[in-house]
Nanobody
């Protein structure tokens, strides 16, 4: 079965850390650029961070730069999002999406989406 599965979400206090995982099955993740999105209640989905398929480039939105780190382990077919110094405004469902390209093209479609993992940061 071809799918992306996120894990690692949970409830954490402000200032804490979580590491999200995005594991692919049924396809080889090293051919895909990956983007993490999040969607808070009542808000539009927003991009958070992305990483190139060859692991040479990463990008972060201003709201998370310096606190979040994206990485990938192609041998494990997994991309990670390390989230430190979490804030209540980081509370959202986090999704990963795969695009069959080296660098994410924001206007292009994503080939696969995960089901999401909930991150809740208490103040």
């Amino acid at each position: 079965q071809v799918q992306l599965v996120e894990s690692g979400g949970g409830l954490v206090q402000a200032g804490g850390s979580l590491r999200l995982s995005c594991e692919a099955s049924g396809f080889t993740l090293d051919e895909y650029a990956i983007r993490w999105f999040r969607q808070a209640p009542g808000k539009e989905r927003e991009g958070v961070s992305c990483i190139s398929s060859n692991d040479r480039s990463a990008y972060y939105e201003d709201s998370v730069r310096g606190r979040f780190t994206i990485s990938r382990d192609n041998a494990k077919n997994t991309v990670y999002l390390q989230m430190n110094s979490l804030k209540p405004e980081d509370t959202a469902v986090y999704y990963c999406a795969a695009q069959h390209t080296i660098l994410v093209v924001s206007t292009a479609k994503y080939d696969y989406w995960g089901q999401g993992t909930q991150v809740t940061v208490s103040s």
